[in-house]
């Protein structure tokens, strides 16, 4: 009984040191390989192309919110950019874009025609009606919510107007000109039509134009914007066919309202083909107060989670609770959530296994397997490339080599692949070198962008994966 005792002692000590085992260090389990089986990180991943999103001038980020949001973004009237026919004005916008650009992040932003929050009487200019563009009015009294608007007498353009289209499109092709292409810039939103530009006349009890007509809003745009990547905001059911058009022009969705009147499914149509948008119906504290921020349903519908929003939708990007004051309260008090989606928004790549031979030969082609996971909720969508670097002993990268078979762009979310790359330094000095692997976007140079979700030491973006020999 004593030695039986004494045996299952011997394998609870066994299984408890087994559990103890880290993965953060490669491992030699077969001769002459390293094998490799990185820790994941629980930390937020800031990366370009995807994330939250912070709201006006950059000055008013608080630095923990600056440091996480990837983006910045900011909505402006029509009346201000052209306030005399052909007359443009475009410091406001270069200046937010070149403040964000200041501290490393891109900038998106929309031009409205209508606004229920502006000051402005004439958001779309005046001297559009005075050469003959019909408008309504509509007065704004006692709104209940602050997403409504200010009270206040507010202008209404007559949407479909044959002379209002006329104009808007030259207007939208001097927009073109001017920004089409520009490399600090993710997307520029379709905001010609509807309160906000969002698509839609709430609360301005009017009309609303066909979709026969709002589709001629969506085509001014596709035709003056070339390069620059398009959004289109969606929600309206009446409107449902002419996402669907968006889409198929190479038009991304964004839906503002997630958490209030959205569960975020609205823009699920854009997934594997372009990114999709989320903003909060509004600031996190208003909704945290309706009970909205915790899936509490109002009389009308109203009330989603976050993480149910994301996890329908699958966005690419997502509004921090606009960013400032508010984005840093959100954080502050979600703190575990946020970092949690944050690695969930877009795309998220980790190394779960490598495997690759501790001697690597100069005339012969090497091998190195590589097991990718895509843990975001969708595709990365711009062109980034696998290479794989040898660093010496001074931290210098002597040369490096594409991968050719460990593609970004096919790794789906939520899946797993294994490619076996090949290695051929021939060109490399006989020695020790380090192994290291980085994704690189096209204007990287030797720093790759793309971070990792993984905890290896990494130098300028290059994540080592363990010595080897050349000879």
Same mark, same amino acid.
């Given at each position: ?85 052909? @007359?443009? $004005?475009? /410091? =406001?916008?270069?200046?937010? *874009? ?7 992040? #891109?900038?998106?932003? !929309? ?46 353009? @007559?949407? $479909?107007? /044959? =002379?209002?289209?006329?104009? *808007? ?7 073109? #000109?001017?920004?089409? !292409? ?69 038009? !991304? ?69 606009? !960013? ?148």
């Amino acid at each position: 009984m004593k030695h039986i005792n004494n045996y299952f002692r011997l394998i609870l000590l066994l299984f408890l040191f087994l559990l103890k085992i880290p993965t953060v260090k490669a491992q030699e389990t077969i001769p002459n390989l390293t094998v490799l089986q990185p820790k994941l990180t629980q930390r937020a991943v800031v990366n370009p192309g995807k994330g939250w999103v912070g709201y006006g001038s950059v000055k008013k980020q608080p630095k923990e919110v600056l440091e996480l949001i990837s983006l910045g973004y900011n909505r402006y009237i029509w009346g201000t950019i052209e306030p005399k026919e052909g @007359v443009y $004005d475009w /410091s =406001i916008i270069d200046k937010d *874009l070149s403040e964000w650009a200041d501290k490393g992040k #891109k900038f998106s932003f !929309g031009i409205m025609c209508a606004s229920t929050h502006s000051k402005e009487f004439w958001t779309t200019p005046k001297w559009v009606f005075d050469a003959g563009a019909k408008y309504e009015t509509f007065n704004l009294d006692n709104p209940k919510l602050i997403t409504t608007g200010i009270p206040g007498l507010k202008l209404v353009p @007559v949407f $479909d107007d /044959s =002379i209002f289209m006329q104009k *808007l499109k030259v207007f939208i092709k001097a927009l073109a #000109k001017r920004y089409d !292409g520009n490399p600090n810039i993710a997307f520029i939103d379709i905001r010609s039509y509807g309160n906000w530009g969002e698509g839609h006349m709430y609360p301005f009890n009017k009309l609303e134009i066909t979709a026969e007509k709002y589709l001629e809003h969506v085509k001014i745009y596709r035709d003056a914007f070339q390069k620059t990547l398009l959004q289109l905001p969606a929600g309206k059911k009446e409107y449902l066919s002419v996402c669907q058009q968006a889409v198929s022009m190479g038009i !991304g969705l964004r839906r503002d309202g997630i958490c209030g009147n959205s569960n975020g499914s609205d823009v699920a149509s854009c997934d594997g083909k372009m990114p999709g948008v989320f903003e909060f119906y509004g600031v996190y504290e208003m909704m945290e107060n309706l009970g909205w921020w915790y899936g509490k349903k109002d009389n009308q519908g109203r009330g989603f989670t976050l993480e149910s929003c994301i996890e329908k939708g699958k966005p690419t990007y997502c509004d921090l609770s606009r !960013g400032g004051d508010s984005g840093l309260l959100l954080l502050k008090k979600e703190p575990e959530l946020i970092q949690k989606l944050n690695n969930r928004l877009g795309y998220h790549f980790v190394i779960n296994k490598a495997v690759f031979p501790n001697t690597l030969s100069k005339n012969i082609i090497s091998s190195i397997s590589m097991t990718w996971e895509n843990r975001g909720i969708t595709q990365i969508y711009f062109p980034v490339r696998v290479v794989y670097a040898l660093i010496s002993s001074e931290g210098k990268i002597v040369s490096t080599y594409d991968a050719d078979v460990s593609h970004p762009a096919e790794w789906k979310s939520d899946h797993q692949i294994t490619s076996t790359d090949q290695l051929n330094f021939k060109s490399v000095s006989k020695g020790k070198y380090m192994l290291a692997v980085g994704i690189l976007q096209p204007n990287d140079g030797e720093k790759p962008s793309v971070k990792l979700g993984v905890e290896l030491k990494n130098e300028n973006g290059w994540y080592q994966l363990g010595q080897v020999v050349l000879n």
